[in-house]
C-alpha cells in the first residue's frame, strides 16, 4: 500500500516562494508517475506537475512553466513541488498523488489511485 503526505502549506504574500513536499511510504516500483494537483472550490482537481520515476516532467499547459517546477529526491523518497513568484491565482489546496505501473504520465486526476491529503495553499497580496 502506498501512501502520501504533503506538506510546505500555508499562507503567502504574492511574490514569496513555496515549496510544497510529498514523503511517500510504500513501494512505487520502478515505472511509476508522481503528480502535483491542485484543486479550488466549485472546480475539478487539476495537474499542476507531473514527473515520472525516470525524471521526465510534464506540466500542463494551464501551469505556468516559470514558476512551477517538480522534482522527486528517491533517497528521501520525496516529491517537491517549487512555486515561484507566488500570485493569488495559484491559491488551492495541493494534492499529491501516485499512478503505478505506467509508462507514460497522464495529467487526468482520475488516473491516480494513490492520494494524500493535500496541503492548502493560500496567496495573498
Known amino acids: 500500500l502506498v501512501q502520501l503526505v504533503e506538506s510546505g502549506g500555508g499562507s503567502a504574500q504574492v511574490g514569496e516562494s513555496l515549496r510544497l513536499s510529498c514523503v511517500v511510504s510504500?513501494?512505487?516500483?520502478?515505472?511509476?508517475?508522481m503528480g502535483w494537483f491542485r484543486q479550488v472550490p466549485g472546480k475539478e482537481r487539476e495537474a499542476v506537475a507531473i514527473?515520472?520515476?525516470?525524471?521526465?516532467?510534464?506540466y500542463p499547459d494551464s501551469t505556468d512553466k516559470g514558476r512551477f517546477t517538480i522534482s522527486q529526491d528517491n533517497s528521501k523518497n520525496t516529491l517537491y513541488l517549487q512555486i515561484n513568484s507566488l500570485k493569488p491565482e495559484d491559491t488551492g489546496m495541493y494534492y499529491c498523488?501516485?499512478?503505478?505501473?505506467?509508462?507514460?504520465?497522464?495529467?487526468?486526476?482520475?488516473?491516480?489511485?494513490?492520494w494524500g491529503q493535500g496541503t492548502q495553499v493560500t496567496v495573498s497580496s
Open positions: 514527473i515520472h520515476t525516470d525524471g521526465e516532467t510534464t
Open positions: 498523488a501516485a499512478d503505478l505501473e505506467v509508462w507514460v504520465c497522464y495529467v487526468e486526476s482520475a488516473e491516480y489511485k494513490y
Open positions: 510504500g513501494d512505487i516500483g520502478d515505472e511509476a508517475c
